[in-house]
């Protein structure tokens, strides 16, 4: 029995011991299998990143970036610009942001090199020279930043600007922003601030160009920082504050944290300590929360000195700085470092623990003779002079200062140069020097009488550019107004030119239409009456006698009583007939006699034509004064048509054996009626119509 519960046991182990087996095969298995997606997700998104730096400029990610050690970005940067050997944008992208790394890591000589490349690369390829701009933009923050060259680092802003100016870029607003700030604070760090505040006004008209409140946020910045240089505190007081109200839940902390900071010392710089304490402490606070420990070893320092100048709170002061001098500390910061020993060894020589105050007086000047500034130099020199004179040490406090003075150039810190010459006067006063105090007083007068001298003539110098900007400004808005009332003119000439075009051109169409219509009429007239109008002179000239033999009747045609008597009419004989039957083949063959009521003139030319005449003559007399003024050939054959009706009424009366003169009169109001048709019956209807009412008249003539 026990040897079967033993050996079931030893079953149940072994499965168990075959399950674990399983659990830690699968837990391996998956742990490969995540390894791998892990790896190639990362290859992926690595991938993803190397082909953005070869398509854009990638800032962002590089500041977001630069510090992670494990962040493979540069070597992948690193190796396509090794294998590319294409000089294209993907290779200028690649080139720019190598060019932006090695600057942020500080690396100043092989930053400087590379957008040299960089910018040729961007010539040669005929890039937009948006691209030149940009990197010469980075060129210049090199010189300024990392060489402290500023007036090399405003040659190539200007170049740059020059660069964007000819620019199509959509980006190329931005771009003169970011310049402009620049040279703003390029000419505020060389104390030039006229040209400073110029620069700083037209960032300010960019970033309203722009719409972008954090672009008006950082020139807003800039003009107060330039304001505060000025010594305009009130001025760079509002452009902070109108830099704060502006701000909201979308506006980066950092940028608020700086522009706490700045209000805080343009309070302090007013002896305004508790509004100035208020916001240095939300820039602490800030710059803490962000991590950025320069920024916030800057603000510990402004804290700190707002509790000094108020006077009742040296332990606090010594919280503040002892927390900056432990972030300086941390970051490696030597120039920090001696700053904030600085800061500790003066407070506590206001709170009089001398050795304290010694003891990091010393190491902050040990620190501070090895850096770049001396600012923060002479003012520890200061400070350990007023230790020496506390110590009873007042001929070392005098050589301290005095050493200070032909070790450090003073001049470029005026108000620091003349606090510290102040001291020196008291110091030779205390030890009884009075020729040396006379002395230096003298030349602080001098210096006073000269710095007066210098203010009045930048005083006038500015007084007569206001004055020539404001005469520029009047004959500008002098020109406005002339070129506005030119423009008025001009605009009046050219809408009375307009309208006067507008008419020609009407009158052109009025013109063309007319004629189309009139001609479209006149066609159709032609059709109507299928001949050419002819005036009555035409019709004289064209029919002068023609003669025919109709069933023995001869009629005889002229224009006119005269044309009887212009005619070199022989009696008429079948040769006439001969000779004129081509010009008599129109009308039917018809002769007629066109004249003005004259019978006895008629009787006698006539009579002279009946002596020689073997058949009856008819004249036919219509009055000139009942017809228009132009005939068509449609009248004339009217008229004919008249005649054949006639002559076959007098060719039925059988009495009728001689020549008769038959006048008719046609009244204008039968032609109407006559011609209502050119139907030939209708023609005929309508000559009968007329008759009857008596618009035909027609009287027998007996010669």
Request: glycine share 2%; proline share 2%; hydrophobic share 40%.
């Amino acid at each position: 029995m026990l040897s079967k519960i033993h050996s079931n046991k030893e079953i149940h182990f072994k499965q168990n011991l075959k399950t674990l087996h399983r659990c830690i095969l699968l837990f391996f298995f998956i742990s490969i299998i995540t390894y791998s997606l892990k790896g190639v997700t990362q290859n992926i998104s690595s991938k993803k990143e190397n082909f953005s730096f070869i398509n854009s400029y990638q800032y962002s990610y590089i500041n977001e970036h630069i510090n992670k050690p494990k962040d493979k970005i540069i070597e992948q940067i690193k190796l396509f610009i090794q294998n590319n050997n294409h000089k294209d944008i993907k290779q200028y992208f690649a080139e720019h942001n190598f060019a932006y790394i090695l600057f942020k890591k500080h690396q100043k000589e092989a930053t400087i090199k590379k957008l040299d490349q960089t910018i040729a690369l961007a010539k040669s390829i005929s890039l937009d020279s948006y691209h030149v701009a940009k990197s010469l933009l980075l060129r210049a923050k090199t010189y300024g930043i990392l060489f402290r060259n500023t007036p090399r680092a405003i040659k190539d802003l200007k170049q740059a600007i020059t660069s964007n100016e000819q620019s199509q870029h959509p980006q190329k607003v931005n771009l003169q922003f970011d310049l402009q700030t620049a040279m703003a604070q390029a000419f505020n760090q060389l104390g030039q601030l006229t040209k400073a505040q110029q620069y700083s006004q037209q960032a300010l008209n960019s970033a309203k160009q722009l719409n972008d409140n954090n672009e008006t946020i950082y020139a807003l910045i800039i003009a107060g920082r330039i304001a505060f240089q000025q010594d305009k505190f009130d001025q760079a007081y509002q452009f902070f504050f109108q830099a704060l109200q502006r701000s909201d839940e979308k506006t980066p902390k950092k940028q608020i944290a700086s522009i706490e900071l700045r209000l805080a010392i343009a309070y302090e710089s007013q002896n305004i300590y508790e509004q100035a304490l208020v916001h240095a402490k939300k820039a602490a606070t800030l710059y803490s929360e962000l991590s950025e420990e320069r920024l916030q070893i800057k603000s510990l320092r402004v804290l700190g000195n707002i509790y000094l100048s108020l006077g009742h709170d040296i332990d606090t002061a010594l919280v503040h700085f002892i927390n900056g001098l432990t972030i300086a500390k941390e970051i490696k910061s030597n120039n920090y470092i001696g700053q904030m020993q600085y800061l500790i060894g003066k407070s506590y020589l206001l709170d009089r623990q001398l050795t304290k105050a010694k003891k990091y007086l010393n190491s902050a000047q040990n620190i501070l003779e090895l850096g770049s500034s001396k600012f923060y130099l002479a003012l520890n020199a200061v400070e350990l002079a007023k230790l020496a004179e506390e110590t009873g040490q007042s001929e070392h406090a005098i050589n301290l200062v005095e050493h200070l003075k032909t070790t450090i150039n003073l001049t470029k810190y005026p108000s620091l140069n003349a606090e510290i010459n102040q001291y020196l006067l008291s110091l030779y006063v205390k030890q009884q020097k009075f020729k040396a105090a006379y002395q230096l007083q003298q030349k602080m007068f001098t210096n006073v009488d000269l710095q007066k001298s210098l203010q009045n003539e930048q005083m006038i110098k500015k007084f007569d550019h206001d004055v020539e900007i404001k005469t520029l400004t009047t004959r500008l808005n002098e020109s406005k107004k002339k070129v506005g009332l030119a423009q008025a003119k001009l605009n009046d000439l050219t809408n009375k030119n307009t309208r006067y075009l507008m008419l020609l051109l009407l009158a052109a169409i009025v013109i063309i239409i007319t004629y189309l219509q009139y001609r479209k009429w006149y066609k159709t007239y032609q059709k109507r009456c299928k001949n050419s109008f002819l005036t009555w002179s035409a019709f004289k000239k064209k029919v002068i006698i023609k003669a025919s033999k109709n069933n023995n009747f001869t009629i005889i045609a002229c224009a006119s009583k005269d044309d009887i008597d212009q005619q070199s009419v022989q009696p008429l004989t079948p040769e006439l007939s001969l000779m004129l039957c081509n010009e008599a083949s129109l009308h039917h063959n018809v002769i007629w006699h066109i004249c003005e009521n004259n019978q006895q003139k008629i009787k006698q030319k006539l009579n002279s034509f009946v002596e020689h005449a073997s058949m009856p003559l008819f004249n036919l007399s219509l009055p000139l004064n009942n017809f228009p003024q132009n005939i068509s050939d449609h009248y004339l054959q009217l008229i004919e048509q008249l005649i054949i009706l006639l002559m076959k009424k007098v060719q039925t009366d059988q009495s009728v054996m001689q020549a008769r003169l038959i006048k008719i009169n046609i009244e204008a109001q039968a032609l109407p009626l006559i011609f209502s048709s050119n139907n030939e019956q209708s023609i005929n209807d309508g000559i009968n119509e007329a008759m009857k009412q008596e618009l035909i008249n027609t009287k027998t003539i007996q010669i």
